[in-house]
């Protein structure tokens, strides 16, 4: 799943039901509110997510958000908009050999994290409690982007068209890590977190303007019914 612009999802953004192979690749998606939660965890195991921006009204990762543990996570955003914590419940899993999270940049309010039972309050304790997200950061929406217009929380709420580019000042600006053929045209001193690159152009969503590349059939195709 590349390049997408979501809103608004009935239940959730991604839905891990089954997931009967692996690895999935979740890359440079925008996706803004789940009535539930990002991710439905029921039935997953390895999966692939860089430079994502993330954005639920409240909580962020709910039901199973132990299903993160089996991800191996860079660059993403992960952004609690109205407050609210990042992984709220955990039906008590904990980190084995597939799980490899860091480089993200994350805002909640009050608790972070429920890992393993217990509710962590800053990445430092996630850090020390699982070893993850060394360089994992701490955002503020509010002063980050150039663009952030979640009026409210799903489902009846309209999120107007837009691209949650990063303000230059925000701390995810350079503050990713190169992943090769993902991140290999960044424009600073190293990678931003989150969907779009600061600087670098934007990709168009839904109809292209009149004048745009209208892709036709090669010449001397032929039919056959």
């Known amino acids: 799943m590349w390049g997408n612009?979501?809103?608004?999802?009935?239940?959730?953004?991604?839905?891990?039901?089954?997931?009967?192979?692996?690895?999935?690749?979740?890359?440079r998606n925008q996706f803004v509110n789940a009535a539930e939660s990002l991710f439905k965890f029921?039935?997953?195991?390895?999966?692939?997510?860089?430079?994502?921006?993330?954005?639920?009204?409240?909580?962020?990762l709910g039901y199973q958000s132990d299903g993160?543990?089996?991800?191996?996570?860079?660059?993403?955003?992960?952004?609690?908009?109205?407050?609210?914590?990042?992984?709220?419940?955990?039906?008590?899993?904990?980190?084995?050999?597939?799980t490899d999270l860091d480089y993200d940049g994350y805002d909640w309010t009050g608790f972070a994290f429920n890992y393993a039972g217990n509710?962590?309050?800053?990445?430092a304790s996630l850090t020390s409690s699982t070893g993850q997200e060394s360089h994992g950061i701490k955002i503020a929406h509010a002063t980050c982007f150039s663009t952030f217009n979640v009026p409210g929380g799903p489902p009846l709420t309209t999120i107007p068209p837009q691209v949650m580019t990063l303000n230059p000042s925000c701390p995810a600006v350079d503050a990713g890590v190169v992943l090769p053929n993902i991140t290999d045209r960044y424009t600073g001193s190293a990678p931003d977190m989150g969907a779009y690159e600061v600087g670098a152009p934007l990709p168009q969503y839904g109809p292209r303007p009149a004048g745009g590349v209208a892709l036709g059939a090669p010449s001397g195709l032929k039919i056959v019914r």
């Open 68 to 98: 993160i543990l089996t991800a191996f996570s860079r660059n993403n955003l992960f952004i609690a908009a109205n407050g609210g914590p990042i992984w709220q419940q955990s039906s008590g899993g904990t980190k084995d050999w597939r």
């Open 5 to 27: 612009r979501i809103h608004n999802a009935g239940h959730n953004g991604f839905s891990f039901q089954p997931q009967s192979a692996a690895p999935w690749y979740i890359v």
């Open 42 to 60: 029921r039935q997953w195991d390895r999966y692939v997510i860089l430079n994502n921006t993330f954005v639920n009204w409240g909580l962020v």
């Open 119 to 123: 509710q962590l309050s800053s990445l």
